[in-house]
């Protein structure tokens, strides 16, 4: 069964940094766009940033500048590094992939559990 387990959530004063690492596991052929989104409290989910298979990024408005996401094709991992962390950046942060696995031999989205950050003084 393929799934994404991420890591590195956590709590940090404003203007400090974090790293969100995510990793897929079980029999995986292909991965093509990962990313990253979140979730606030009471809000929908959103945006953080992808990354294509060949390193094409695409970022949201409010953290352009901020987090750089980057990817590792061999260990089909992904992450987020996140600079200059504001409090309204305060969410679950959810991994996402689009995975081709070895069965059933079609790509599906699939989502990691959601890891907690937490930015306040």
């Known amino acids: 069964q393929v799934q994404l387990v991420e890591s590195g959530g956590g709590l940090v004063q404003p203007g400090g940094s974090l790293r969100l690492s995510c990793a897929a596991s079980?029999?995986?052929?292909?991965?093509?766009?990962m990313g990253w989104y979140r979730q606030a409290p009471g809000k929908g989910r959103e945006l953080v940033a992808t990354i294509t298979r060949g390193g094409g990024t695409n970022y949201g408005d409010s953290v352009k500048g901020r987090f750089t996401i980057s990817r590792d094709n061999a260990k089909n991992t992904v992450s987020l590094e996140m600079n200059s962390l504001k409090p309204e950046d305060t969410a679950v942060y959810y991994c996402?992939?689009?995975?081709?696995?070895?069965?059933?031999?079609?790509?599906?989205?699939?989502w990691g559990q959601g890891t907690l950050v937490t930015v306040s003084s």
């Open positions: 996402n992939g689009n995975i081709l696995p070895t069965t059933p031999y079609r790509y599906r989205e699939v």
């Open positions: 079980g029999s995986i052929v292909s991965i093509n766009t």
